[in-house]
């Protein structure tokens, strides 16, 4: 498996820049000021080419990372499931049933060895 951090880093830094622009265009237009209104537009294709580098860059880290995710259950891809039919409930078993009062009465070491031994716990 590769490692991620540089590409989650590289991410995390365009996501930064991209808000590094928005704050200083925020400042540059409520300062009230054409100037500053002038120098707030004047930003915007930098804000732009930002959001484009952090969307590639947020791209490549998430098609690295469901890249990196193999799951190696291939094996399970050639087995028979289980039969639903061979499956019985733990009271066809023979488990034992108890009620609620008494197994509440039960020290609990007893109650361990119920439950350990496939018991059932009815109201």
Known sequence: MPNLKPY???ALAADAEVKRILAEMD??????????KE????LRPALDEAQKKAEEANKLYASMRDASLVNDSA???FTTPPDPAATTTANE???PVMKRVEFDALSPARRMKHMK????VED
């Open 8 to 10: 989650y880093d590289s």
């Open 27 to 36: 400042v540059a237009f409520t300062d009230g000021t054409e100037e500053g």
């Open 39 to 42: 120098k707030a537009l004047s």
């Open 75 to 77: 094996a399970s891809l």
């Open 93 to 95: 078993k023979g488990s």
């Open 117 to 120: 031994a496939g018991g059932i």
